[in-house]
């Protein structure tokens, strides 16, 4: 604890090393993670593509399926992923619940447009003549007329997705640790804006690199934290928690620090006023017993300056007559 305090107080940086670190052991579980699972992952697409191929495009019209609808899931809602969800006996998505967290693939040639009366989730939605690609917030339509020819003929593509998987992991691996750095930083920018302010109210000074380190520590430690405890007891820690915990770790730092008083005091004479800086490091003194040390500190100086001496008197002799 005292090496982190020594290094928070008197390192070099502004921590920007940590946060690179934490970055990449991130991105590194992920890409293992990837690695090991993307076989499964294979197995769940190849499960999409039985589902809807064969798909084909001619003249701008989706001609296969002719008069059939075709839908398939990916739920990432679970701890693994999975293909299966409620439907009724029109093939309509019931899992209304788990909008937010599934992505669907809907083939449709009977319709021209999405209906805004149905429950439409996040996903890939082909139609007779157009392509809807639906977000959080947003649709976009493609129509077909332009693209030319597209003909997707039903088979086993396992090998071509875990092929794909092992050519970019590492692409998407060094583009997450650019963001994810830059989202950390900012972050910590954040919660050192944070620090300044407490620290103005409770009269602490406190460097803009020590803030950073002191909130790049804290944010390394929490982050740690709450990936152990979600993946270990399944406990996710909220974004209010985590600034809750943030702002106490800052707090519990300052208190440490010393406090400093600025006083305006008048000694003797009006017109020497003298503004004092005080470190307030023993924290039992009383307002008062400061103050009568900062009069007695400031008696003693003005007693200790040199007393300009009086000018001798000069007698002219008198001329002699």
Same mark, same amino acid.
């Given at each position: 604890?005292?090496?982190?305090?020594?290094?928070?107080?008197?390192?070099?940086?502004?921590?920007?090393?940590?946060?690179?670190?934490?970055?990449?052991?991130?991105?590194?579980?992920?890409?293992?993670?990837?690695?090991?699972?993307?076989?499964?992952?294979?197995? /769940? %697409?190849?499960? !999409?593509? &039985?589902?809807?191929?064969? =798909? @084909?495009?001619?003249? $701008? #019209?989706?001609?296969?399926?002719?008069?059939?609808?075709?839908?398939?899931?990916?739920?990432?809602?679970?701890?693994?992923?999975?293909?299966?969800?409620?439907?009724?006996?029109?093939?309509?998505?019931?899992?209304?619940?788990?909008?937010?967290?599934?992505?669907?693939?809907?083939?449709?040639?009977?319709?021209?447009?999405?209906?805004?009366?149905?429950?439409?989730?996040?996903?890939?939605?082909?139609?007779?003549? /157009? %392509?809807?690609? !639906?977000? &959080?917030?947003?649709?976009? =339509? @493609?129509?077909?007329? $332009? #693209?030319?020819?597209?003909?997707?003929?039903?088979?086993?593509?396992?090998?071509?997705?875990?092929?794909?998987?092992?050519?970019?992991?590492?692409?998407?691996?060094?583009?997450?640790?650019?963001?994810?750095?830059?989202?950390?930083?900012?972050?910590?920018?954040?919660?050192?804006?944070?620090?300044?302010?407490?620290?103005?109210?409770?009269?602490?000074?406190?460097?803009?690199?020590?803030?950073?380190?002191?909130?790049?520590?804290?944010?390394?430690?929490?982050?740690?934290?709450?990936?152990?405890?979600?993946?270990?007891?399944?406990?996710?820690?909220?974004?209010?928690?985590?600034?809750?915990?943030?702002?106490?770790?800052?707090?519990?730092?300052?208190?440490?620090?010393?406090?400093?008083?600025?006083?305006?005091?008048?000694?003797?004479?009006?017109?020497?006023?003298?503004?004092?800086?005080?470190?307030?490091?023993?924290?039992?003194?009383?307002?008062?017993?400061?103050?009568?040390?900062?009069?007695?500190?400031?008696?003693?100086?003005?007693?200790?300056?040199?007393?300009?001496?009086?000018?001798?008197?000069?007698?002219?002799?008198?001329?002699?007559?």
């Amino acid at each position: 604890m005292n090496r982190i305090l020594c290094y928070i107080k008197n390192g070099k940086g502004i921590g920007a090393l940590f946060l690179l670190g934490l970055s990449a052991l991130y991105v590194l579980i992920s890409a293992l993670s990837l690695n090991i699972e993307k076989t499964g992952i294979a197995d /769940n %697409l190849q499960e !999409v593509a &039985d589902q809807i191929l064969p =798909i @084909k495009i001619k003249d $701008g #019209t989706l001609v296969v399926p002719h008069d059939v609808r075709r839908q398939a899931v990916l739920d990432f809602s679970g701890d693994e992923l999975s293909t299966k969800l409620t439907t009724d006996e029109n093939g309509k998505i019931l899992d209304s619940n788990k909008k937010d967290s599934i992505m669907v693939f809907i083939v449709d040639p009977t319709i021209e447009a999405l209906d805004r009366e149905e429950n439409v989730f996040q996903g890939i939605y082909l139609t007779k003549h /157009n %392509l809807f690609v !639906v977000g &959080d917030d947003e649709v976009r =339509i @493609k129509p077909y007329a $332009g #693209t030319g020819d597209i003909d997707i003929p039903a088979g086993d593509y396992r090998e071509q997705i875990i092929s794909f998987i092992n050519a970019f992991k590492w692409i998407f691996a060094a583009a997450g640790l650019v963001l994810l750095f830059l989202y950390y930083f900012l972050g910590v920018l954040f919660f050192s804006l944070c620090t300044a302010i407490l620290a103005a109210l409770s009269k602490r000074e406190i460097s803009f690199d020590s803030k950073m380190r002191l909130n790049t520590v804290a944010f390394a430690a929490l982050s740690l934290l709450s990936y152990a405890l979600l993946h270990l007891f399944e406990y996710d820690v909220s974004a209010t928690v985590f600034f809750c915990l943030m702002i106490l770790a800052e707090i519990c730092y300052l208190a440490k620090l010393p406090k400093v008083i600025k006083m305006v005091v008048s000694v003797e004479e009006p017109s020497e006023i003298q503004t004092i800086e005080i470190e307030d490091e023993v924290s039992t003194e009383t307002e008062d017993e400061v103050v009568s040390n900062v009069e007695t500190k400031a008696k003693s100086q003005t007693k200790a300056k040199p007393q300009s001496k009086p000018k001798a008197k000069s007698s002219k002799p008198n001329s002699k007559k």
